[in-house]
């Protein structure tokens, strides 16, 4: 099993900034990917961004160039760092480990973004 634990989110004003973190523990593969994805209330889970253990990243249409992710191998960890955040970037972002084993969701850590 792998365990995600995410922290970072929280409440901001639009323009500001925000820095998610997940790590991952347990019987982690070396060859994986991590992300983030988010849900918004209404809305179906979209796409954030996701970075693989070789260093390969893909972002949502809506958060490029504002967005970076990253990760640590050492630490198992990803980051994701959200600057110019807008309104519509209020959501649940949910971290995401899945390697050709299996696949798992963190519990979800809550970003909301005020105008």
């Known amino acids: 099993q792998v365990q995600l634990v995410e922290s970072g989110g929280g409440l901001v004003q639009a323009g500001g900034s925000l820095r998610l973190s997940c790590a991952a523990s347990g019987s982690i593969l070396s060859i994986n990917m991590m992300g983030w994805y988010r849900q918004a209330p209404g809305k179906q889970r979209e796409l954030v961004a996701t970075v693989t253990s070789g260093g390969r990243s893909i972002y949502g249409d809506s958060v490029k160039g504002r967005f970076t992710i990253s990760r640590d191998n050492g630490k198992n960890t990803v980051y994701l760092q959200m600057n110019s955040l807008k309104p519509e970037d209020t959501a649940v972002y949910y971290c995401?480990?899945?390697?050709?084993?299996?696949?798992?969701w963190g519990q979800g850590t809550q970003v909301t973004v005020s105008s």
């Open positions: 995401r480990h899945s390697s050709s084993r299996d696949d798992y």
